[in-house]
C-alpha cells in the first residue's frame, strides 16, 4: 500500500506491505517525490507498531506525585475524555484558560506534523497563548530570527533549491541523518556539477563530499559567519545591486541616536555611497551619519580571517576559500540547523549567516533560497480564534518581548518558572501531546518539580516516558501507520510540494490507541468549543481545509498515493510590482534589514554581533580550569530525540548513550576507547561511553541526549532519567544562560571535563 513514513521530518514516500493482516514492512516508494530512500528507524516501522510496551489504554494516576508507583488504572476513553475536559474547564474558569500551556512533541521528530495545526487550533479555541514545542531549541532561528533580517522564515520557509543551486551551503545541519531527502537531492545536485560548503565540528555524512568543510568550534558560528561575510565585502565579491536595492544597507544611520535618518516627511533618508560618514543638514542641525552597510562592514571587520582563525579553528585562508566558493558558484542554497540553534547566541548566529546568503544575493532567486509554491488550502490554525488580550499573556513575553512568545511559543523554563514560582502568573494545567521535556530539555530536575507541582497534568502518547509519568491521565495514541492523516505537500521541492497525500491507517489501531487528531476533536466538543471544530467532525474539517485545492476526501481515498495539484514557482515575488509599488519585504523598512532597528529599539545589537559563547573562557575565565573541554551533541542515526531505544532492530545498532572525543583528550585521562567515563559540566554527572574520534578539535566532546529506555527483547539496560548513575545529558545543561532575543540555551556549547569510571 503506498504510503509515507511520518516518523520525522523527511516524511519519506513508501510501500507498505501487509500479509494476513499484519504489517510487515516499510519500503521505499522512489515513484513519491521523498521516496527514494527510508531508513533504518523508517524499516523499523512494524516493531514499532506491534511494540509490547505501546500504550494500550487511558490511565489514570491513582497515588500521589513523586511515589516510585503512580498506581496506573486503566479507564475507559469516555471517562478519560470527560475527566480531562472537566478539569481544563475548572482550571480555566477559575485561573483563566492561560494557566493551561500545551505542549506537543517536535513536529521534527515525530508525527505531529500530521496533526499541530489543529493542536493548534485546540488551544487558540480554549483560550492560551502557550504552546510549547522547543521551539527555542529547533526551529526559533530558521523560522523566526531570521524574519527580523527577511521578515519571512529563511531557511526554514524558504528552502534551499537544491535542484538547481550553485553552491549548497549546510551550517549545523546532516541532512544524511536528518532528512534524507535533502541528502538524496544534495548528491544528486553534486552530480551535476554544485558545489558544497559545510560548517560542522564533526565530519559527518555530506562532510566527506564537501568542497569545504569548516571544523567551527562550537559556539563559535557567530565569528566565523561574520569572518565570511568580512572578506565578501573586502573583496567586492558580494552582489551590489542586490544589496543596494532591496537591503536597507545604503540607509543613512545617525550616529548620535543609532537610528535610521528620516527626512522631515518621515521617509528613510538613502544615501548615495554604500561606505564612508556623512554629515547630513537636518532640521535640528548637522548629524553624523553612516550608512547602514559601512556598520555592517565594522561589525564585521572585528573578525578578520586570522582573528577568526584564533576563535574558531578554522583557518584563515580557508574562510578565504569558503568566501570565494560562495561567491563564484553563486546562487547559494542553505539551510542551517541544530548546530547553531542550541547556543545562547543563536539570534546573532542566524542573523549573521543570513548577512552571508543576502550577500551572495541568492535570496528567492532559482537556486537560492526559494518559497516553494503551496496547494492552495483553507488555514486552519485558527488565529482568529485567540483574541490579542489573551496572546499578550504568553509566558516570557515580558522577558522577551522579541522572542518566541510573540507567536505564543514558550520555553521550558518559562513553564517550570510559572508552575514553581508563579511568575509571571501561577500556570496550573499541561496538555502534552507528546514531548519528553525532562530528557529533552535543560534543568530535569526542576522539570520534574514543576510537573509535579501542577494541578493537572494529561499526556498522549505511544509510549510512556518518564515526562508523562508524572501525569494525571496518560492517553494511548495511535501511531501514525494506523491513522489517516493529510498531507498538503511535502517539504523538499517545488514539485514534492504539489503532491496531496491523504495517508491511509496500514492497520488498524493496536489496542484501544485513537490519532491526535481524534483526541483533539473528541476533547473539543467536550470543552463547549465543538463550534470551532465542525461539531467534532474531523472529515468536515479536513473538507473546510481542502476546499480551496479542489480536492475532495474521496479521491484521496481512492488514490492513496496521492493527487498532484499543478504549482508554479514564482522567484523574486518581493520585486512583484503591485499598484506601481514593490511588493518588498515584511519587515518595517520594507527592505532586508541588515539594520534591525526593532532589535535595536529593544536593547539589542541592531546588525549581528558575536562575543562569545555565554559560559565560554572569554566570558567565564573561572570555569575554564576545572572544565577545559566543550560540550556540544548531536543527534543519532538510530533513534529520534528521547525515542526508538525499546526497538530491538535499531539498539542492536547502538547499544549504550556513547560519547565522542578526541584521542589526546582520552589519552590525557587515561580513557581507552570503549571505556564507561563521566561527563561532568558545572550542573552534575552523567555517563556514557567514550567513542574516540580524530577528526574532532582535541577540545571538542560530542555527547548524545535521549537515554532512558530499555529494550527487553534484546535485554539492553534502561538508564534512570535523573538519578545519580544517570544518562539523561541534558542533566549536564542549565537554562540560564540563554539567548536574550529568543531564549536558546546553550546545550551545544557548554564547559565540561571528562573522567574515567573506576
Ligand atoms: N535520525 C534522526 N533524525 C532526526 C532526529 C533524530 O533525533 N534522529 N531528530 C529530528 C529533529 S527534532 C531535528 S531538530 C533534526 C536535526 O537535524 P540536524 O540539525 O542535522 O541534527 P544534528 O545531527 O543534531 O546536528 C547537525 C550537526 O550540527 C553539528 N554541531 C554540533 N555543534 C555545533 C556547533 O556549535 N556549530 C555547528 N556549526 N555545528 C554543530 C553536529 O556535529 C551535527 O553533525 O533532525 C530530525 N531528524
Ligand atoms: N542535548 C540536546 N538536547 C536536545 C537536542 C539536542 O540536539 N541536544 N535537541 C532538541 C530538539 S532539536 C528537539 S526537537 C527536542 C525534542 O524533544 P521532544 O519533542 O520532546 O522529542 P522526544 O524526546 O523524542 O519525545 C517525543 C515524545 O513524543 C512521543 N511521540 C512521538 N510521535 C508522537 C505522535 O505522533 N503523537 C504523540 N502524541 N506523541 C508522539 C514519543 O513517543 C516521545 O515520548 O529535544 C531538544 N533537546
Ligand atoms: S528519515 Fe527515516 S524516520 Fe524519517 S521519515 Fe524517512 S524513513 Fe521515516
Ligand atoms: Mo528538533
Not at 159 to 186: E, K, M, Q, V
Not at 223 to 235: D, K, P, Q, T
Request: charged fraction near 25%; charge should be negative.
Amino acid at each position: 500500500m503506498p504510503t509515507f513514513c511520518a516518523l520525522c521530518v523527511s516524511r519519506c514516500g513508501a510501500t507498505a506491505t501487509i500479509r494476513d493482516g499484519v504489517f510487515r514492512s516499510l519500503e521505499p516508494d522512489p515513484g513519491h517525490p521523498t521516496g527514494k530512500a527510508l531508513c533504518m528507524k523508517g524499516k523499523a516501522a512494524p516493531e514499532l507498531v506491534y511494540h509490547a510496551e505501546r500504550l494500550g489504554t487511558p490511565l489514570r494516576r491513582t497515588r500521589p506525585k513523586g511515589d516510585p508507583d503512580p498506581g496506573w488504572e486503566a479507564i475507559g476513553w469516555e471517562e478519560a475524555l470527560d475527566t480531562v475536559a472537566g478539569r481544563l474547564l475548572e482550571l480555566s474558569r477559575a485561573s483563566g484558560p492561560e494557566s493551561v500551556v500545551f505542549a506537543a512533541a517536535s513536529p521534527s521528530t515525530s508525527a505531529i506534523s500530521d496533526s499541530i495545526d489543529w493542536i493548534t487550533r485546540l488551544r487558540r479555541a480554549f483560550g492560551s497563548p502557550n504552546q510549547l514545542v522547543s521551539m527555542e531549541l529547533c526551529a526559533w532561528g530558521r523560522y523566526l530570527a531570521t524574519s527580523y533580517t527577511f521578515g519571512a522564515s529563511v531557511p526554514g520557509a524558504y528552502l534551499p533549491d537544491l535542484d538547481h543551486a550553485g553552491c549548497i551551503l549546510f551550517w549545523g545541519y546532516n541532512p544524511s541523518l536528518a532528512r534524507l531527502s535533502h541528502a538524496t537531492g544534495t548528491v544528486a545536485a553534486l552530480r551535476r556539477g554544485a558545489r558544497l560548503v559545510v560548517v560542522d565540528p564533526r565530519r559527518v555524512g555530506l562532510a566527506h563530499r564537501a568542497d569545504e568543510w569548516l571544523r567551527v568550534r562550537p559556539g563559535s558560528d557567530g565569528a566565523l559567519a561574520l569572518a565570511i561575510a568580512h572578506v565578501m565585502i573586502e573583496r567586492g565579491w558580494f552582489d551590489e545591486e542586490f544589496v543596494r536595492r532591496w537591503t536597507n544597507a545604503p540607509y543613512l544611520v545617525r550616529m548620535d541616536s543609532g537610528r535610521l535618518l528620516r527626512d522631515d516627511a518621515g521617509n528613510y533618508v538613502v544615501g548615495d555611497e554604500l561606505f564612508g560618514d556623512v554629515e547630513v543638514e537636518t532640521a535640528e542641525g548637522p548629524v553624523r551619519c553612516r550608512p547602514v552597510f559601512q556598520l555592517v562592514a565594522d561589525g564585521c571587520g572585528r573578525f578578520e580571517p586570522r582573528t577568526a582563525a584564533a576563535v574558531t579553528g578554522v583557518p584563515a585562508d580557508q574562510i578565504e576559500r569558503t568566501a570565494r566558493l560562495l561567491w563564484d558558484a553563486r546562487p547559494v542554497a542553505y539551510y542551517a540547523w541544530s548546530g547553531v540553534e542550541q547556543h545562547a547566541d543563536a539570534t546573532q548566529i542566524a542573523r549573521a549567516i543570513a548577512q552571508v546568503h543576502v550577500l551572495a544575493g541568492s535570496f528567492d532567486v532559482r537556486g537560492g533560497n526559494v518559497l516553494f509554491p503551496s496547494v492552495p488550502s483553507n488555514p486552519i490554525a485558527g488565529v482568529e480564534l485567540l483574541s490579542d488580550a489573551q496572546r499578550a499573556k504568553a509566558l516570557g513575553l515580558a522577558r522577551r518581548p522579541l522572542g518566541p512568545s510573540r507567536w505564543e511559543f514558550v520555553s521550558s523554563d518559562d513553564l517550570y518558572t510559572a508552575v514553581l514560582e508563579a511568575t509571571p502568573y501561577q500556570v496550573r494545567g499541561l496538555v502534552g501531546f507528546g514531548a519528553n521535556l525532562l530528557l529533552a530539555h535543560a534543568d530535569g530536575r526542576r522539570g520534574r518539580d514543576a510537573l509535579a507541582a501542577l494541578d493537572f497534568y494529561v499526556h498522549a502518547d505511544l509510549f510512556m516516558n518518564p515526562t508523562a509519568e508524572l501525569a494525571d491521565v496518560v492517553l494511548p495514541v495511535a501511531s501514525p501507520f494506523e491513522a489517516e492523516a493529510l498531507a498538503l505537500g511535502f517539504e523538499v521541492s517545488p514539485s514534492a510540494r504539489s503532491l496531496v497525500q491523504l495517508r491511509q491507517p496500514i492497520v488498524p489501531p493496536r489496542g484501544g490507541g485513537r490519532s491526535d487528531l481524534e483526541i483533539v476533536f473528541a476533547l473539543a466538543t467536550r470543552l463547549g468549543i465543538g463550534e470551532h471544530f465542525w461539531g467534532g467532525d474531523l472529515e468536515a474539517g479536513w473538507r473546510h481545509q481542502l476546499a480551496p485545492s479542489g480536492l475532495t476526501l474521496e479521491q484521496l481515498r481512492a488514490e492513496p498515493g496521492g493527487v498532484r495539484v499543478p504549482l508554479e514557482t514564482r522567484y523574486r515575488r518581493f520585486a512583484e510590482e503591485h499598484d506601481g509599488r514593490a511588493a518588498g519585504f515584511r519587515t518595517p523598512t520594507r527592505r532586508i534589514e541588515l539594520y534591525s532597528e526593532t532589535l535595536l529599539d529593544h536593547g539589542y545589537p541592531p546588525v549581528p554581533e558575536f562575543s562569545g559563547p555565554a559560559l565560554g573562557p572569554a566570558m567565564r575565565p573561572d570555569l575554564t580550569a576545572r572544565y577545559p573541554l566543550i560540550l556540544t551533541s548531536a543527534k543519532s542515526t538510530w533513534y529520534c530525540e528521547s525515542q526508538h531505544r525499546g526497538l530491538p532492530s535499531l539498539r542492536r545498532r547502538a547499544l549504550e548513550p556513547s560519547v565522542e572525543l578526541h584521542p589526546e583528550a582520552a589519552r590525557a585521562r587515561e580513557i581507552g576507547d570503549g571505556d564507561w567515563i563521566w561527563i561532568e559540566t558545572p550542573a552534575g554527572r552523567v555517563r556514557a561511553r567514550a567513542v574516540l574520534n580524530e577528526d574532532l578539535a582535541p577540545d571538542v566532546v560530542c555527547g548524545q541526549h535521549g537515554w532512558w529506555q530499555a529494550c527487553a527483547e534484546i535485554d539492553a539496560p534502561g538508564y534512570d532519567p535523573l538519578g545519580p548513575e544517570s544518562a539523561n545529558l541534558n542533566l549536564l545543561i542549565r537554562h540560564e544562560p540563554s539567548d536574550p532575543v529568543g531564549g536558546s540555551v546553550p546545550h551545544r556549547s557548554y564547559p565540561c571535563n571528562v573522567a574515567r569510571i573506576d
